[in-house]
């Protein structure tokens, strides 16, 4: 899949090696500065053969995707020459093909198991949903509709994290710090696109938001690579205000194509008791009314207590 989301001839290899590259700064790499005035930032093709000692021709040919089967200690000695993150290492192994045979994953939409479903449900206190791992929100409790978005008013195309960031104005409001959530995204859409490169859905939301955004196609042909791990993130919510969260992450066993995702805020914090708030407001109002008349409310905090302010 190439930086517009269509289809690159099977070079993803080739041009996250040339991204990489191009990112790590020579000194970081050990290089001594030589005199010579570098056209591009970055390694140069010789430096990083010299480093992972393998021949230049040898890089060229990776690069161009001329070579698409690479042993594993020639891509543990690349991987280390760029200076890669765990992220992009297993990125790097997972485009060459020399992972390990893991589970054929479903390219459609995956289906929620009813005891999961039951368990969003018995989260009275705390908003969560599952997720599909190219960002599809499967199912979610009325803290996560409370808290992001009325998922049920969306047709089931449209309930996707990673499209409602950068396509939905209201949900882009959402974050107080857009552009690195919306980067975030991108990174763990690049690394799922490394593991599934012949998901449909996959490419044709690619292809969509690449079209629709051009923040989206700059930051993805970045190759920036990350896997699902614990996040802060701070909202800034329409009827609460501020909010800092942890958001967890957890691997749904029986569904490897799925995450469950939880929202908690540190006990006793403000954002703990914003979220108590949103939470109790959201058991007795409908989430439509969110937008038609309760906007822009703000809270106080009395005696411990979260209230609408006067």
């Known amino acids: 899949m190439g930086h517009h989301g269509t289809p690159s001839g099977g070079n993803e290899l080739g041009e996250f090696l040339r991204s990489r590259r191009a990112a790590l700064d020579p000194h970081r790499a050990g290089l001594p500065d030589d005199g010579r005035l570098r056209r591009v930032p970055g390694l140069r093709r010789e430096e990083l053969a010299q480093i992972a000692h393998v021949s230049v021709d040898y890089v060229v040919r990776l690069e161009q995707g001329r070579t698409r089967r690479v042993s594993r200690p020639v891509l543990d000695a690349l991987a280390d020459a760029l200076r890669l993150a765990p992220d992009e290492r297993d990125y790097l192994f997972a485009v060459a093909d020399v992972t390990p045979a893991a589970p054929v994953r479903q390219a459609g939409r995956s289906e929620v198991a009813p005891r999961l479903r039951q368990l969003l449900d018995t989260m009275p206190d705390i908003p969560a949903m599952v997720l599909h791992r190219r960002m599809d929100v499967l199912a979610w409790n009325r803290g996560a509709a409370a808290l992001l978005t009325d998922f049920g008013a969306l047709p089931p195309a449209q309930r996707n994290l990673i499209r409602l960031t950068f396509l939905d104005d209201a949900f ?67 009827v609460v205000g501020a909010l800092t969260l942890d958001v967890q992450q957890f691997s749904v066993d029986t569904h490897p194509d799925q995450l469950l995702i939880a929202y908690t805020a540190e006990p006793g914090s403000l954002s703990h008791e914003a979220l108590r708030f949103l939470l109790q407001w959201s058991a007795t109002h409908a989430v439509d009314q969110r937008c038609a008349g309760i906007e822009g409310r703000s809270f106080d905090h009395v005696d411990g207590e979260t209230r609408p302010a006067s």
């Open 172 to 238: 882009r409001s959402l974050y107080a710090d857009w552009p690195r959530a919306a980067r975030e995204c991108v990174a763990v859409l690049r690394m799922e696109a490394g593991r599934t490169p012949d998901d449909p859905a996959l490419s044709a939301l690619v292809g969509e938001l690449s079209v629709r955004d051009p923040d989206f196609r700059t930051w993805w042909a970045a190759h920036q690579v990350r896997g699902p791990r614990q996040l802060t993130k701070t909202y800034r919510h329409p």
